[in-house]
């Protein structure tokens, strides 16, 4: 899988657990509706979720207003996409600087002893706190 | 928060992090290049807090300004 493609997934799993992707769905002639999770979309469809059965939908067939929720839901998705791809690029880039390599052999209490630990995002600020024991 | 342990031996900085189940990383004195993450930050007494950027940059020093920097950029 690509890593644009990646990212899209994620950014897409996170709308889906924060339960935003869930709506009453409505036919264009508002003759039928139900209830359904966003599973997925691209510029002229739309896959739901209802119960176990995942189903794709031309979004045309959808009402005007859940046509313009699934275009709402597409700008987030491409939101959060490229804030992680933005994120994943700081994070490379902090790993190459001075900075990173002197932070690469980071550990990290587990149980009673230290493992190997390595940053996941670069911050935007670090607090060192310089301590000893003695 | 980044702990950079100035204990001369794993073993000690184990202990100490035990003591209080340390939950931040921390850079054991064995692996820490002193030349980039101990020298340039004149640390002259433990504990030390010193806020920094990405790339290193000291922005404050000092537990309450450190702190309160980091909140300033927050808000």
Redesign the interface.
């Given at each position: 899988m690509k890593k644009k493609n990646i990212i899209i997934v994620i950014a897409s799993l996170m709308l889906v657990a924060s339960g935003w992707w869930t709506r009453n769905w409505t036919s264009a002639d508002s003759a039928k509706t139900f209830q359904g999770d966003v599973v997925s979309l691209d510029d002229t469809s739309v896959t739901v979720k209802r119960g176990r059965k995942e189903l794709p939908f031309e979004r045309e067939l959808f009402a005007e207003n859940d046509q313009e929720g699934a275009k709402e839901e597409e700008t987030k998705v491409a939101t959060l996409a490229a804030k992680e791809k933005e994120k994943e690029k700081?994070a490379a880039e902090?790993a190459k600087?001075?900075?990173?390599k002197?932070?690469k052999?980071?550990?990290?209490?587990e149980d009673?002893?230290?493992v190997d630990?390595k940053?996941q995002e670069?911050?935007?600020?670090?607090?060192?706190?310089?301590?000893?024991?003695? | 928060?980044?702990?950079?342990?100035?204990?001369q031996s794993?073993d000690?900085?184990?202990?100490?992090?035990?003591s209080f189940?340390?939950?931040?990383?921390?850079?054991?004195q064995e692996?820490?290049?002193q030349k980039?993450?101990?020298e340039p930050?004149k640390?002259r007494g433990?504990?030390?807090?010193?806020?920094?950027?990405?790339?290193?940059k000291e922005?404050a020093r000092g537990k309450a300004a450190?702190?309160a920097?980091?909140k300033k950029?927050e808000a």
């Open positions: 700081v902090f600087s001075d900075f990173g002197s932070l052999k980071l550990q990290k209490l009673t002893k230290f630990h940053l670069a911050p935007k600020y670090f607090l060192l706190y310089f301590s000893a024991s003695w | 928060m980044i702990h950079i342990s100035l204990d794993s000690a900085a184990l202990k100490w992090a035990e189940k340390q939950p931040w990383p921390i850079m054991l692996d820490t290049d980039k993450l101990v930050y640390v433990v504990p030390a807090y010193i806020l920094v950027d990405r790339n290193g922005v450190a702190l920097a980091a950029d």
